[in-house]
């Protein structure tokens, strides 16, 4: 079964010139929907993919020391807002724990627990598998240019950013 239905739809309907920017919104959406459905079917700890892909990143990062908001957020290249909301769901079901540092109060600690090592060490084999099904059929030249072309684009946006 499709995963993302009304994704599929609205592709179909575009016309065959679309912009490229509706093309990777649109991928990136069956994208997040088919890790969320994924993660739903196979693990039983009631993760989103955003949350899982957090969890992976806390426990890359706490091989470089203590982990906070702040460095999710830049490995995440996810909003203030949706970092903030997925580690707070994430403590709620006891992933992770937070707390302030010793020498800035606002500065949020971040720790894995037991559980989230657990969910983690999941998550691995489930988003090895997604990746898998996400690159059938592309051979490693396709990859490589098509992250090149990703990473030009995602340049000319932080260059426009900067710049506003």
Same mark, same amino acid.
């Not at 993919?49 to 290249?77: C, H, N, Q, W």
């Given at each position: 079964?499709?995963?993302?239905?009304?994704?599929?739809?609205?592709?179909?309907?575009?016309?065959?010139?679309?912009?490229? =920017?509706?093309?990777?919104?649109?991928? &990136?959406?069956?994208? %997040?929907?088919?890790?969320?459905?994924? /993660?739903? #079917? +196979?693990?039983?700890?009631?993760?989103?993919?955003?949350?899982?892909?957090?969890?992976?990143?806390?426990?890359?990062?706490?091989?470089?020391?203590?982990?906070?908001?702040?460095?999710?957020?830049?490995?995440?290249?996810?909003?203030?807002?949706?970092?903030?909301?997925?580690?707070?769901?994430?403590?709620?079901? =006891?992933?992770?724990?937070?707390?302030? &540092?010793?020498?800035? %109060?606002?500065?949020?600690?971040?720790? /894995?627990? #037991? +559980?989230?090592?657990?969910?983690?060490?999941?998550?691995?084999?489930?988003?090895?598998?997604?990746?898998?099904?996400?690159?059938?059929?592309?051979?490693?030249?396709?990859?490589?240019?098509?992250?090149?072309?990703?990473?030009?684009?995602?340049?000319?946006?932080?260059?426009?950013?900067?710049?506003?």
């Amino acid at each position: 079964m499709f995963v993302c239905e009304r994704f599929r739809i609205v592709f179909n309907l575009m016309s065959d010139k679309k912009p490229i =920017g509706v093309e990777i919104r649109t991928t &990136s959406n069956m994208i %997040k929907c088919y890790i969320d459905q994924i /993660l739903s #079917e +196979r693990l039983d700890f009631g993760l989103t993919g955003i949350e899982g892909m957090i969890l992976s990143y806390i426990f890359r990062l706490e091989d470089k020391g203590i982990v906070t908001a702040r460095d999710v957020m830049k490995s995440s290249k996810a909003s203030k807002s949706t970092t903030s909301q997925s580690l707070t769901g994430l403590e709620k079901k =006891g992933f992770i724990t937070m707390g302030p &540092s010793e020498e800035d %109060k606002r500065v949020k600690i971040i720790q /894995l627990t #037991e +559980r989230g090592r657990e969910a983690q060490a999941e998550c691995r084999y489930v988003f090895q598998d997604i990746r898998k099904v996400i690159s059938q059929g592309i051979t490693e030249e396709e990859e490589n240019l098509l992250r090149e072309m990703l990473e030009k684009i995602q340049k000319n946006i932080s260059r426009k950013e900067e710049e506003s």
